[in-house]
Protein backbone atom coordinates (compact mmCIF):
# COMPACT_ATOMS: atom_id res chain seq x y z
CA UNK A 1 0.00 0.00 0.00
CA UNK A 2 2.79 2.64 0.66
CA UNK A 3 4.81 1.23 -2.04
CA UNK A 4 1.57 2.07 -4.55
CA UNK A 5 1.38 5.31 -2.87
CA UNK A 6 5.01 6.33 -3.58
CA UNK A 7 4.85 4.42 -7.14
CA UNK A 8 1.75 7.21 -7.58
CA UNK A 9 3.47 9.98 -6.04
CA UNK A 10 6.88 9.49 -8.17
CA UNK A 11 4.34 9.20 -11.42
CA UNK A 12 2.31 12.28 -10.89
CA UNK A 13 5.74 14.46 -10.35
CA UNK A 14 7.15 12.62 -13.39
CA UNK A 15 4.23 14.02 -15.19
CA UNK A 16 3.98 17.17 -13.92
CA UNK A 17 7.46 17.85 -14.46
CA UNK A 18 7.32 16.58 -18.01
CA UNK A 19 4.02 18.45 -19.06
CA UNK A 20 5.37 21.63 -16.96
CA UNK A 21 8.42 21.42 -19.80
CA UNK A 22 6.30 21.99 -23.15
CA UNK A 23 6.67 25.27 -24.22
CA UNK A 24 4.07 27.34 -26.45
CA UNK A 25 4.15 27.17 -30.04
CA UNK A 26 3.86 31.10 -30.67
CA UNK A 27 5.69 32.12 -27.80
CA UNK A 28 8.65 29.39 -27.33
CA UNK A 29 10.26 31.17 -25.14
CA UNK A 30 7.62 29.99 -22.33
CA UNK A 31 6.84 26.95 -21.54
CA UNK A 32 2.58 26.50 -21.07
CA UNK A 33 3.12 26.46 -17.29
CA UNK A 34 4.82 29.88 -16.89
CA UNK A 35 2.59 31.35 -19.35
CA UNK A 36 -0.42 30.03 -17.14
CA UNK A 37 -1.94 27.98 -19.76
CA UNK A 38 -1.00 24.77 -18.02
CA UNK A 39 -3.97 24.49 -15.16
CA UNK A 40 -3.69 21.08 -14.07
CA UNK A 41 -1.83 17.48 -14.75
CA UNK A 42 -2.88 14.45 -12.94
CA UNK A 43 -2.10 10.74 -13.40
CA UNK A 44 -5.73 9.02 -12.80
CA UNK A 45 -4.38 5.37 -13.51
CA UNK A 46 -1.40 3.54 -15.23
CA UNK A 47 0.37 5.69 -17.39
CA UNK A 48 -3.04 7.11 -18.09
CA UNK A 49 -2.59 11.40 -17.39
CA UNK A 50 -5.46 14.14 -17.69
CA UNK A 51 -4.26 17.49 -18.32
CA UNK A 52 -6.06 20.93 -18.43
CA UNK A 53 -5.08 23.32 -20.51
CA UNK A 54 -6.87 26.70 -20.86
CA UNK A 55 -6.89 29.12 -23.84
CA UNK A 56 -5.17 32.77 -23.87
CA UNK A 57 -7.77 34.24 -26.32
CA UNK A 58 -11.04 32.21 -27.50
CA UNK A 59 -9.79 32.07 -31.33
CA UNK A 60 -6.30 30.89 -29.94
CA UNK A 61 -5.40 28.57 -33.09
CA UNK A 62 -2.55 27.19 -31.08
CA UNK A 63 -4.65 24.94 -29.13
CA UNK A 64 -4.55 22.24 -31.16
CA UNK A 65 -0.58 22.41 -31.32
CA UNK A 66 -0.51 22.20 -27.29
CA UNK A 67 -2.49 19.69 -27.19
CA UNK A 68 -0.19 17.75 -29.62
CA UNK A 69 3.46 18.78 -28.16
CA UNK A 70 1.54 17.19 -24.71
CA UNK A 71 0.41 14.23 -25.97
CA UNK A 72 3.80 13.80 -27.52
CA UNK A 73 6.20 15.03 -24.77
CA UNK A 74 3.91 12.87 -22.03
CA UNK A 75 4.07 10.34 -24.39
CA UNK A 76 8.24 10.25 -24.81
CA UNK A 77 8.07 10.01 -21.24
CA UNK A 78 5.78 6.84 -20.81
CA UNK A 79 1.97 8.11 -20.25
CA UNK A 80 1.00 5.91 -23.55
CA UNK A 81 -3.05 7.64 -22.57
CA UNK A 82 -2.51 11.25 -22.23
CA UNK A 83 -6.17 13.30 -22.18
CA UNK A 84 -6.23 17.00 -22.72
CA UNK A 85 -8.91 18.85 -21.47
CA UNK A 86 -10.18 22.22 -22.27
CA UNK A 87 -10.89 24.48 -19.16
CA UNK A 88 -12.63 27.81 -19.85
CA UNK A 89 -13.31 29.16 -16.64
CA UNK A 90 -11.71 31.02 -14.86
CA UNK A 91 -10.41 32.59 -18.07
CA UNK A 92 -7.22 33.08 -18.48
CA UNK A 93 -5.16 36.47 -17.37
CA UNK A 94 -1.76 37.83 -17.84
CA UNK A 95 -1.23 37.83 -13.97
CA UNK A 96 -0.59 34.33 -14.18
CA UNK A 97 2.44 34.37 -16.18
CA UNK A 98 4.76 33.28 -13.99
CA UNK A 99 8.00 35.79 -13.07
CA UNK A 100 10.20 33.31 -14.73
CA UNK A 101 7.44 33.80 -17.55
CA UNK A 102 8.36 37.58 -17.76
CA UNK A 103 11.79 37.17 -17.29
CA UNK A 104 12.06 34.94 -20.24
CA UNK A 105 10.22 37.72 -22.33
CA UNK A 106 12.18 40.65 -21.67
CA UNK A 107 15.06 38.17 -22.24
CA UNK A 108 13.46 37.47 -25.59
CA UNK A 109 12.96 41.22 -26.47
CA UNK A 110 9.16 41.27 -25.59
CA UNK A 111 7.96 43.53 -23.03
CA UNK A 112 5.76 41.60 -19.77
CA UNK A 113 2.32 42.83 -19.26
CA UNK A 114 1.30 44.85 -16.10
CA UNK A 115 -1.88 44.20 -13.79
CA UNK A 116 -4.49 43.12 -15.47
CA UNK A 117 -7.21 45.58 -15.62
CA UNK A 118 -10.56 44.56 -13.64
CA UNK A 119 -13.68 43.91 -15.06
CA UNK A 120 -15.94 45.11 -11.99
CA UNK A 121 -19.06 47.13 -12.95
CA UNK A 122 -19.39 48.41 -16.52
CA UNK A 123 -16.43 48.44 -18.59
CA UNK A 124 -15.10 52.25 -19.20
CA UNK A 125 -14.57 53.25 -23.01
CA UNK A 126 -11.34 54.28 -23.35
CA UNK A 127 -10.87 56.55 -26.38
CA UNK A 128 -7.54 57.40 -25.81
CA UNK A 129 -4.53 55.40 -26.24
CA UNK A 130 -3.95 53.24 -23.20
CA UNK A 131 -1.52 54.56 -20.80
CA UNK A 132 0.75 52.17 -19.88
CA UNK A 133 4.54 52.22 -18.09
CA UNK A 134 5.88 49.98 -21.15
CA UNK A 135 9.30 49.57 -20.51
CA UNK A 136 12.32 48.99 -23.97
CA UNK A 137 13.38 45.68 -23.30
CA UNK A 138 16.28 46.62 -25.62
CA UNK A 139 17.65 49.81 -23.59
CA UNK A 140 15.11 50.22 -21.02
CA UNK A 141 13.62 53.41 -21.83
CA UNK A 142 10.50 53.93 -20.46
CA UNK A 143 9.64 56.54 -23.49
CA UNK A 144 7.75 54.32 -25.27
CA UNK A 145 4.97 54.91 -28.17
CA UNK A 146 2.06 52.40 -28.52
CA UNK A 147 1.36 51.72 -32.16
CA UNK A 148 -0.87 49.62 -32.18
CA UNK A 149 -3.21 47.55 -29.80
CA UNK A 150 -2.80 44.95 -31.93
CA UNK A 151 0.25 42.40 -32.97
CA UNK A 152 1.29 39.14 -34.57
CA UNK A 153 -0.14 37.12 -31.84
CA UNK A 154 -3.81 37.88 -30.51
CA UNK A 155 -1.89 38.61 -26.81
CA UNK A 156 0.53 41.20 -28.02
CA UNK A 157 0.51 45.34 -29.05
CA UNK A 158 3.25 46.63 -31.06
CA UNK A 159 5.34 49.14 -29.46
CA UNK A 160 8.41 51.64 -30.44
CA UNK A 161 10.81 53.66 -27.94
CA UNK A 162 12.03 56.93 -28.91
CA UNK A 163 15.22 56.39 -26.96
CA UNK A 164 16.34 53.69 -29.14
CA UNK A 165 13.90 54.00 -32.11
CA UNK A 166 13.57 49.95 -32.08
CA UNK A 167 10.35 48.39 -32.68
CA UNK A 168 8.91 46.06 -29.70
CA UNK A 169 6.50 44.00 -28.98
CA UNK A 170 4.45 43.83 -25.42
CA UNK A 171 2.34 40.94 -24.09
CA UNK A 172 -1.32 43.13 -23.04
CA UNK A 173 -2.90 42.94 -20.24
CA UNK A 174 -5.99 40.61 -19.77
CA UNK B 1 2.75 -5.58 -8.71
CA UNK B 2 5.48 -4.15 -11.13
CA UNK B 3 6.18 -0.33 -10.47
CA UNK B 4 4.42 1.37 -13.30
CA UNK B 5 7.47 4.36 -13.46
CA UNK B 6 10.01 2.15 -14.32
CA UNK B 7 9.85 2.35 -18.08
CA UNK B 8 8.53 6.03 -18.18
CA UNK B 9 11.47 8.42 -18.92
CA UNK B 10 12.66 11.44 -16.61
CA UNK B 11 13.09 13.96 -19.85
CA UNK B 12 15.04 16.00 -17.22
CA UNK B 13 17.87 13.94 -17.22
CA UNK B 14 18.05 14.52 -21.11
CA UNK B 15 18.33 18.20 -20.43
CA UNK B 16 19.61 20.38 -17.98
CA UNK B 17 16.72 23.34 -18.24
CA UNK B 18 12.72 23.23 -19.34
CA UNK B 19 14.14 25.45 -22.04
CA UNK B 20 17.50 23.40 -23.70
CA UNK B 21 14.77 21.18 -25.31
CA UNK B 22 13.87 24.16 -28.06
CA UNK B 23 15.53 22.51 -30.78
CA UNK B 24 12.90 22.20 -33.48
CA UNK B 25 11.93 18.74 -35.01
CA UNK B 26 8.84 17.52 -37.09
CA UNK B 27 6.69 16.49 -34.71
CA UNK B 28 7.15 19.90 -32.82
CA UNK B 29 4.42 21.70 -35.70
CA UNK B 30 2.94 18.29 -36.93
CA UNK B 31 -0.62 19.61 -36.01
CA UNK B 32 -3.47 16.42 -35.15
CA UNK B 33 -4.19 14.55 -38.45
CA UNK B 34 -8.04 14.38 -36.79
CA UNK B 35 -10.68 17.66 -36.06
CA UNK B 36 -10.90 18.11 -32.70
CA UNK B 37 -13.79 19.14 -30.09
CA UNK B 38 -13.06 23.03 -28.90
CA UNK B 39 -14.87 21.90 -25.75
CA UNK B 40 -13.00 18.78 -24.92
CA UNK B 41 -13.32 18.24 -21.03
CA UNK B 42 -16.01 21.22 -21.11
CA UNK B 43 -18.90 20.31 -18.70
CA UNK B 44 -21.87 20.42 -21.38
CA UNK B 45 -24.86 19.01 -19.28
CA UNK B 46 -27.49 21.43 -19.96
CA UNK B 47 -29.46 22.47 -16.27
CA UNK B 48 -31.99 20.29 -15.78
CA UNK B 49 -35.11 22.80 -15.89
CA UNK B 50 -33.21 24.30 -19.12
CA UNK B 51 -34.97 23.66 -22.10
CA UNK B 52 -32.58 22.32 -24.39
CA UNK B 53 -34.01 23.72 -27.56
CA UNK B 54 -34.07 27.38 -26.71
CA UNK B 55 -30.45 27.12 -25.00
CA UNK B 56 -29.28 26.26 -28.08
CA UNK B 57 -30.80 28.08 -30.54
CA UNK B 58 -29.30 31.31 -28.48
CA UNK B 59 -26.28 30.00 -28.57
CA UNK B 60 -26.62 29.60 -32.43
CA UNK B 61 -27.98 33.05 -33.20
CA UNK B 62 -24.87 34.29 -31.45
CA UNK B 63 -22.62 32.31 -32.91
CA UNK B 64 -23.92 33.21 -35.73
CA UNK B 65 -23.40 36.73 -35.51
CA UNK B 66 -19.68 36.34 -34.56
CA UNK B 67 -19.29 33.73 -37.27
CA UNK B 68 -20.61 36.32 -40.17
CA UNK B 69 -19.04 39.51 -38.91
CA UNK B 70 -15.56 37.46 -38.70
CA UNK B 71 -15.45 36.52 -42.07
CA UNK B 72 -16.47 40.18 -43.46
CA UNK B 73 -13.51 41.56 -41.20
CA UNK B 74 -11.38 38.92 -42.35
CA UNK B 75 -12.15 40.13 -46.59
CA UNK B 76 -10.12 42.97 -45.54
CA UNK B 77 -6.86 40.81 -44.74
CA UNK B 78 -4.15 42.65 -47.01
CA UNK B 79 -6.72 45.55 -47.70
CA UNK B 80 -6.23 47.46 -44.65
CA UNK B 81 -5.19 50.98 -45.03
CA UNK B 82 -1.80 50.24 -43.13
CA UNK B 83 -0.21 47.14 -42.28
CA UNK B 84 -1.13 47.63 -38.25
CA UNK B 85 -4.74 47.83 -39.27
CA UNK B 86 -4.62 44.81 -41.20
CA UNK B 87 -3.26 43.04 -38.51
CA UNK B 88 -5.42 44.44 -35.88
CA UNK B 89 -8.43 43.68 -38.12
CA UNK B 90 -7.41 39.73 -38.60
CA UNK B 91 -7.34 39.80 -34.54
CA UNK B 92 -9.90 41.24 -33.87
CA UNK B 93 -11.58 38.79 -37.17
CA UNK B 94 -9.85 35.68 -35.06
CA UNK B 95 -11.02 36.53 -31.37
CA UNK B 96 -15.04 36.39 -32.92
CA UNK B 97 -14.03 32.99 -35.07
CA UNK B 98 -12.92 31.62 -31.67
CA UNK B 99 -16.49 32.98 -30.10
CA UNK B 100 -18.08 31.35 -33.20
CA UNK B 101 -16.85 28.02 -32.82
CA UNK B 102 -17.19 27.74 -29.05
CA UNK B 103 -20.65 29.12 -29.79
CA UNK B 104 -21.85 26.68 -32.59
CA UNK B 105 -20.17 23.96 -30.30
CA UNK B 106 -22.03 24.61 -27.50
CA UNK B 107 -25.59 25.11 -29.85
CA UNK B 108 -24.85 21.56 -31.08
CA UNK B 109 -24.37 19.99 -27.55
CA UNK B 110 -27.28 21.27 -26.26
CA UNK B 111 -29.58 20.41 -29.13
CA UNK B 112 -28.00 18.03 -31.81
CA UNK B 113 -30.81 18.48 -34.03
CA UNK B 114 -29.54 21.74 -35.02
CA UNK B 115 -26.58 20.82 -37.03
CA UNK B 116 -26.90 19.82 -40.73
CA UNK B 117 -26.60 15.96 -41.21
CA UNK B 118 -23.36 15.11 -42.90
CA UNK B 119 -22.36 11.41 -45.39
CA UNK B 120 -22.19 8.65 -43.23
CA UNK B 121 -17.92 8.86 -42.12
CA UNK B 122 -17.36 12.41 -42.48
CA UNK B 123 -14.88 13.64 -39.71
CA UNK B 124 -16.72 17.46 -40.06
CA UNK B 125 -17.41 17.95 -36.63
CA UNK B 126 -20.88 19.18 -35.60
CA UNK B 127 -19.63 23.45 -35.18
CA UNK B 128 -18.27 23.03 -38.74
CA UNK B 129 -21.88 21.58 -40.16
CA UNK B 130 -23.29 24.32 -38.62
CA UNK B 131 -20.47 27.35 -40.08
CA UNK B 132 -20.09 25.35 -43.63
CA UNK B 133 -23.67 23.47 -44.16
CA UNK B 134 -26.39 25.94 -43.85
CA UNK B 135 -27.78 28.33 -46.10
CA UNK B 136 -28.65 31.91 -45.70
CA UNK B 137 -32.53 31.23 -44.30
CA UNK B 138 -30.73 29.34 -41.75
CA UNK B 139 -28.83 31.55 -40.50
CA UNK B 140 -29.89 33.32 -37.06
CA UNK B 141 -27.44 36.53 -37.17
CA UNK B 142 -28.64 40.08 -37.04
CA UNK B 143 -28.35 41.84 -40.12
CA UNK B 144 -25.41 44.53 -39.57
CA UNK B 145 -22.98 41.83 -39.48
CA UNK B 146 -23.79 40.67 -43.00
CA UNK B 147 -23.58 43.47 -45.89
CA UNK B 148 -19.70 43.97 -47.50
CA UNK B 149 -17.90 46.68 -46.68
CA UNK B 150 -17.23 49.41 -49.27
CA UNK B 151 -14.59 51.55 -47.56
CA UNK B 152 -12.70 51.04 -43.92
CA UNK B 153 -14.97 53.50 -42.79
CA UNK B 154 -17.64 50.60 -43.00
CA UNK B 155 -15.47 48.53 -40.88
CA UNK B 156 -14.94 51.11 -38.06
CA UNK B 157 -18.66 51.69 -37.96
CA UNK B 158 -19.50 48.07 -37.97
CA UNK B 159 -16.94 47.32 -35.40
CA UNK B 160 -18.23 50.09 -33.03
CA UNK B 161 -21.79 49.38 -33.28
CA UNK B 162 -21.38 45.73 -32.52
CA UNK B 163 -19.01 45.79 -29.53
CA UNK B 164 -21.10 48.38 -28.14
CA UNK B 165 -24.15 46.43 -28.59
CA UNK B 166 -22.17 42.79 -27.70
CA UNK B 167 -20.35 44.15 -25.08
CA UNK B 168 -23.94 45.75 -23.15
CA UNK B 169 -25.11 42.05 -23.58
CA UNK B 170 -22.19 39.55 -23.20
CA UNK B 171 -21.43 41.58 -19.40
CA UNK B 172 -24.62 40.19 -18.38
CA UNK B 173 -24.12 36.78 -20.22
CA UNK B 174 -21.32 36.35 -17.88
CA UNK B 175 -24.27 35.17 -15.18
CA UNK B 176 -26.08 32.96 -17.36
CA UNK B 177 -27.66 29.47 -15.64
CA UNK B 178 -25.26 27.80 -18.61
CA UNK B 179 -22.07 27.30 -17.73
CA UNK B 180 -20.72 27.46 -21.11
CA UNK B 181 -22.12 30.65 -22.11
CA UNK B 182 -21.42 31.95 -18.90
CA UNK B 183 -17.43 31.54 -19.22
CA UNK B 184 -17.52 32.18 -23.40
CA UNK B 185 -19.11 35.54 -22.19
CA UNK B 186 -16.58 36.02 -19.32
CA UNK B 187 -13.39 35.50 -21.77
CA UNK B 188 -15.30 37.45 -24.54
CA UNK B 189 -15.80 40.50 -22.39
CA UNK B 190 -12.20 41.02 -22.22
CA UNK B 191 -11.66 40.26 -26.26
CA UNK B 192 -14.72 42.54 -26.84
CA UNK B 193 -13.36 45.44 -25.09
CA UNK B 194 -10.42 45.92 -27.35
CA UNK B 195 -12.83 45.47 -29.80
CA UNK B 196 -14.74 48.31 -29.31
CA UNK B 197 -12.11 50.96 -27.88
CA UNK B 198 -10.70 50.03 -31.09
CA UNK B 199 -13.14 50.71 -33.20
CA UNK B 200 -14.28 54.39 -30.96
CA UNK B 201 -10.56 55.54 -31.59
CA UNK B 202 -10.39 55.26 -35.57
CA UNK B 203 -14.44 56.37 -35.54
CA UNK B 204 -13.24 59.62 -33.78
CA UNK B 205 -9.99 59.88 -36.06
CA UNK B 206 -11.61 59.74 -39.10
CA UNK B 207 -14.66 62.03 -37.82
CA UNK B 208 -11.99 64.40 -36.53
CA UNK B 209 -9.37 64.11 -39.40
CA UNK B 210 -10.07 65.55 -42.82
CA UNK B 211 -13.26 66.64 -44.79
CA UNK B 212 -12.72 62.95 -46.76
CA UNK B 213 -12.41 61.45 -43.98
CA UNK B 214 -15.04 62.72 -42.27
CA UNK B 215 -17.31 62.86 -45.27
CA UNK B 216 -16.62 59.11 -45.32
CA UNK B 217 -17.19 58.08 -41.84
CA UNK B 218 -20.60 59.99 -42.01
CA UNK B 219 -21.65 58.27 -45.48
CA UNK B 220 -20.32 54.79 -43.69
CA UNK B 221 -22.42 55.48 -40.15
CA UNK B 222 -25.68 56.43 -42.66
CA UNK B 223 -25.56 52.40 -43.90
CA UNK B 224 -25.29 51.53 -40.99
CA UNK B 225 -27.45 53.03 -39.00
CA UNK B 226 -30.74 51.26 -40.08
CA UNK B 227 -29.28 48.01 -39.04
CA UNK B 228 -29.13 49.80 -35.22
CA UNK B 229 -32.52 48.84 -33.91
CA UNK B 230 -32.88 45.31 -34.98
CA UNK B 231 -30.01 44.55 -32.32
CA UNK B 232 -32.00 46.00 -29.30
CA UNK B 233 -35.41 44.02 -30.56
CA UNK B 234 -36.71 41.98 -28.18
CA UNK B 235 -36.66 38.86 -30.23
CA UNK B 236 -38.21 35.30 -29.12
CA UNK B 237 -35.30 33.60 -29.48
CA UNK B 238 -33.33 36.17 -26.90
CA UNK B 239 -36.47 36.76 -24.66
CA UNK B 240 -36.97 32.92 -24.49
CA UNK B 241 -33.14 32.24 -22.92
CA UNK B 242 -33.76 35.03 -21.23
CA UNK B 243 -36.54 33.52 -19.42
CA UNK B 244 -34.63 30.21 -18.87
CA UNK B 245 -31.77 32.39 -17.03
CA UNK B 246 -28.89 31.07 -19.92
CA UNK B 247 -29.52 34.68 -22.48
CA UNK B 248 -29.84 38.27 -22.06
CA UNK B 249 -32.93 40.13 -23.71
CA UNK B 250 -31.27 43.03 -25.21
CA UNK B 251 -33.96 45.45 -25.36
CA UNK B 252 -33.17 45.32 -21.09
CA UNK B 253 -29.51 46.52 -21.53
CA UNK B 254 -30.36 49.22 -24.49
CA UNK B 255 -29.99 52.28 -22.68
CA UNK B 256 -26.22 52.17 -20.90
CA UNK B 257 -25.23 51.07 -24.50
CA UNK B 258 -26.85 54.05 -26.05
CA UNK B 259 -24.80 56.11 -23.19
CA UNK B 260 -21.63 54.42 -24.64
CA UNK B 261 -22.36 55.44 -28.41
CA UNK B 262 -23.42 58.56 -27.38
CA UNK B 263 -19.71 59.33 -25.68
CA UNK B 264 -18.29 58.35 -28.81
CA UNK B 265 -20.33 60.63 -31.21
CA UNK B 266 -20.09 63.42 -28.89
CA UNK B 267 -16.37 63.21 -28.66
CA UNK B 268 -16.16 62.58 -32.65
CA UNK B 269 -18.84 65.74 -33.22
CA UNK B 270 -20.86 63.45 -35.29
CA UNK B 271 -24.87 63.86 -34.68
CA UNK B 272 -26.82 60.60 -34.24
CA UNK B 273 -28.28 59.81 -38.07
CA UNK B 274 -32.46 60.66 -38.50
CA UNK B 275 -32.66 57.66 -40.69
CA UNK B 276 -35.50 54.40 -39.95
CA UNK B 277 -34.54 51.38 -39.30
CA UNK B 278 -34.37 48.82 -41.86
CA UNK B 279 -38.15 47.42 -41.42
CA UNK B 280 -38.90 43.40 -40.59
CA UNK B 281 -40.27 41.74 -43.63
CA UNK B 282 -43.68 40.35 -43.03
CA UNK B 283 -42.58 40.39 -39.21
CA UNK B 284 -39.09 38.81 -39.84
CA UNK B 285 -35.74 39.66 -39.43
CA UNK B 286 -32.25 38.42 -39.21
CA UNK B 287 -32.55 36.19 -36.46
CA UNK B 288 -35.86 34.63 -37.88
CA UNK B 289 -33.66 33.92 -40.87
CA UNK B 290 -34.43 36.67 -43.12
CA UNK B 291 -31.43 38.90 -44.60
CA UNK B 292 -30.42 40.44 -47.45
CA UNK B 293 -28.73 38.79 -50.68
CA UNK B 294 -25.01 40.21 -49.48
CA UNK B 295 -25.06 37.04 -46.95
CA UNK B 296 -26.27 34.58 -49.55
CA UNK B 297 -23.07 35.49 -51.76
CA UNK B 298 -20.85 35.94 -48.70
CA UNK B 299 -21.37 32.26 -47.50
CA UNK B 300 -21.06 30.93 -50.93
CA UNK B 301 -17.30 31.65 -50.97
CA UNK B 302 -16.91 30.82 -47.88
CA UNK B 303 -18.40 27.70 -47.71
CA UNK B 304 -17.32 26.13 -51.51
CA UNK B 305 -14.75 24.41 -50.28
CA UNK B 306 -15.94 22.49 -47.60
CA UNK B 307 -19.20 21.52 -49.32
CA UNK B 308 -16.81 20.18 -52.31
CA UNK B 309 -15.17 18.11 -49.54
CA UNK B 310 -18.44 17.00 -47.40
CA UNK B 311 -16.07 13.72 -46.39
CA UNK B 312 -13.09 16.25 -45.34
CA UNK B 313 -10.62 14.76 -47.84
CA UNK B 314 -9.03 15.87 -50.70
ZN1 LIG C 1 14.85 51.35 -26.39
Not at chain 1, 6 to 20: E, G, Q
Not at chain 1, 79 to 91: I, N, S, T
Amino acid sequence: MVRTMKVATRSLDLARRVAARVTDPELPMLTLADLGVLREVDVVGERHVVVDITPTYTGCPAMATMRDDLVRTLGEAGFDRVEVRVVLDPPWSTDWITPQGRAALAAAGIAPPGPAPSHAGPIPLTLSPTARLVRCPCCDSTRTDLVSEFGATACKAIYRCTSCLEPFEHVKAI
Amino acid sequence: MTDPTIDLHDVDSEHDSAYAGLQVNDSHWAFGTSFEDPLAGVDTTVPDDVDAAVLGRYAMALGDDALVLSQRISEWCSRAPDLEDDIALANVALDLLGQARLLLARAAKADPSLAPVLPEGSPVPPEDALAYFRDAHELLNVRLVEAADEDFADAVVRILLFSVWRLEVWQRLVASRDAVLAAVAAKGVKELTYHRDYAARWFVTLALGTTESRGRLEAALLRAWPLWPELWAAHPIDVAASRQGVGVDPSTVRESAEEVLDRVLATAEVARPEVPGLAAVAGRTGRDGLHTEALSRMLAEMQSVARAHPEGAW
